[in-house]
């Protein structure tokens, strides 16, 4: 059982350049988050969706685009890199509100 | 004002000590209350979670919640070197799926 999966793990990117971060579970969660955790400033959330084909905003949203095309993906675009977006991205699943988050391993992303 | 708060630490006792780490919080509508343990490297664990006021006890540790003092705590017991790792709180109004707000995390060191 692979839980939630985060590709890639690590990634290097020069200042206006672009990529996408997949999340993947297995768990058939409803719920599924993008967040960011820098030093000092815990887990930040960028945004997160209800379900399929919805997504929504959460407290740091700027920079960044979602999609959730399927149940099982949520995807998170950077469309032109910023230094400010170096941080260790985490992805999270939720079957059911309240509950337990379920969390990748993260996705270490600099940006020169 | 951030609306939770937790210590940064670093945190660091010899094993078989009792730990206590504590986060405040100031939005009253909070009810649901958790602690995730994160490893190095790694993605952030559910460790125990608390509904509204009270104590609850899980082996070693043991989670308090004061709502009249907005104010939580993660007790851990006869400490252990597997027990080091950034502990955070995070806490939500009850069943509000996107409003789950995660403390800056207390870096712990248990010292053998």
């Known amino acids: 059982n692979a839980g939630v999966t985060q590709t890639p793990k690590f990634r290097v990117l020069k200042t206006g350049q672009s990529m996408t971060l997949l999340c993947a579970q297995d768990m058939n969660h409803e719920y599924m988050y993008w967040y960011r955790q820098d030093p000092g400033m815990g887990l930040r959330l960028i945004h997160y969706s209800v379900g399929e084909g919805t997504t929504a905003k959460g407290e740091v949203p700027d920079g960044y685009n979602v999609s959730r095309l399927k149940k099982q993906n949520f995807l998170l675009g950077l469309e032109s890199a910023a230094p400010s977006q170096t941080s260790v991205y985490f992805c999270?699943?939720?079957?059911?509100?309240?509950?337990?988050?379920?969390f990748g391993e993260g996705s270490r992303l600099t940006v020169l | 004002q951030k609306e939770v708060e937790q210590d940064p630490g670093p945190l660091s006792v010899p094993e078989g000590a009792i730990v206590s780490l504590n986060c405040t919080y100031s939005?009253?509508?909070?009810?649901?209350f958790m602690w995730y343990r994160q490893y190095s490297r790694k993605g952030p664990e559910l460790l125990m979670y608390t509904y509204s006021s009270g104590n609850k006890e899980d082996g070693r540790f043991t989670a308090q919640v004061d709502k009249s003092s907005k104010y939580i705590s993660l007790f851990i017991r006869d400490s252990q070197p597997s027990d080091s790792a950034t502990y955070l709180c995070?806490?939500?109004?009850?069943?509000?799926?996107?409003?789950?707000?995660f403390g800056s995390g207390t870096r712990l060191s248990i010292r053998p």
């Open positions: 939005n009253s509508a909070f009810q649901y």
């Open positions: 995070a806490m939500s109004p009850y069943s509000s799926a996107s409003k789950i707000i």
């Open positions: 999270a699943s939720l079957i059911q509100s309240p509950g337990e988050l379920f």
